[in-house]
């Protein structure tokens, strides 16, 4: 399977996207705009929205098509 990805990395949070995994369910550009906005290159802009915001929308794409890293250590704090 082609599982090639892009990095659109942001200030707090690294965003990762295999484009071959995506069913296009538009989960990701109907919940966050100005993160994730097709009609802009490149589409996904990583500092759009905090870092907290885009990982839980990342975590609703159904596909696994998008990925993240944070790099707020939100993780550690928590
Ligand atoms: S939420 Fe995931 S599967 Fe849906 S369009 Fe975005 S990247 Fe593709």
Same mark, same amino acid.
């Given at each position: ?12 949070? *690294?965003? @990762? ?7 296009? /369910? ?7 705009? =100005?993160?994730? !906005? ?13 870092? *907290?915001? @885009? ?7 159904? /596909? ?7 790099? =707020?250590?939100? !993780?550690?704090?928590?």
């Amino acid at each position: 399977m082609n599982d090639e990805f892009k990095r659109y990395v942001g200030e707090n949070i *690294e965003v @990762i996207f295999h484009p071959a995994r995506c069913i296009h /369910s538009a989960n990701c550009v109907k919940g966050l705009p =100005d993160v994730f !906005n097709v009609k802009k290159k490149p589409w996904v802009y990583a500092d759009g929205d905090t870092a *907290e915001n @885009i990982a839980a929308q990342i975590d609703n794409c159904p /596909s696994g098509a998008l990925e993240y890293i944070r790099k =707020d250590n939100a !993780n550690e704090a928590r």
